[in-house]
């Protein structure tokens, strides 16, 4: 443990000189808080740079009652703790969880304390809703990091559903597969604009082929991307389409303009090739 000057508080008196004891039977109750999920010497070295942090916020205050988990004084417990729940949150613990391995250290403090004592008791009572703080710092904490993971999976998710392959010199693809969005479709139009900026390709065929349904939303989404392709010098062809999107698209009263479309990938490949020169020819069966 680090050393601390002395507060004039018994009660961080007591946590200081009897902090090894304390911190142990606090990673005891944490680690069955855990179940199982921590090795209980990562926890123990978590817990214990959270405690450390805790005596210097408590001797940086003027008292116990005085202490501000908001104050500068607890920058250092604060910027611990929100480090515990980035981590908890990306090993998948609960919320839960993450927050009673902290409640936990009232019980062992209480269990230390002597409750006949009344300034003793009292202190803890400052203690006790100081700890609450923490523990609600830290439950705000790991949601606020939990969203980051989310956000961070989804847009990984985005990028895994819309790749770009390349079917012939000049020619891409990017088969779409399931709901096309908003966010979904800007992630297309972005990815493909940069792999015809990186291929210097003339031609991309965007295949709707796995797409669930096709509506007004997901027509505009469609052509800006054409259209912004375009812009690039690349053309764009539209395959995939089914009858049952056919007949959408026409009582939708959607037009697609002067875009090509084709039913399926192999036309919209055939005539890509074809019109960026290259013939197709078929050869006749050798009989064996």
Known sequence: MA??????????DLLKEQGTEILAQWVDLAVRASRGRMAETELRSQLAEIYDA???AFNAAPSLVE????????????ATLAELSRDRARRGHTPGETAVSIFALKEVVLQTIDVDDARMLKEFMHLSRYIDG???FTFESYAHAREAVI??????????????IKLWDGVMAVPLVGTLDSARAQVV???LLQTLVDTGSAYAIIDITGVTAVDTQVAQHLLKTVMAARLMGAECVISGIRPQIAQTVVSLGIEFGDIVTKSSLADA???TLRAS???VVRRARRSV
């Open 3 to 12: 050393a601390h000057e002395q507060s004039g508080s018994p009660l961080v």
């Open 134 to 136: 923490l523990g609600l």
């Open 277 to 279: 020169g290259v013939d």
């Open 189 to 191: 139009m972005e990815t």
């Open 54 to 56: 805790l005596l210097s």
């Open 67 to 78: 202490a501000d988990l908001s104050g500068p004084d607890a920058a250092e417990l604060r």
């Open 151 to 164: 956000v961070e999976q989804s847009t990984q998710l985005l990028e895994l559903s819309t790749p770009v």
């Open 269 to 271: 490949l055939l005539h």
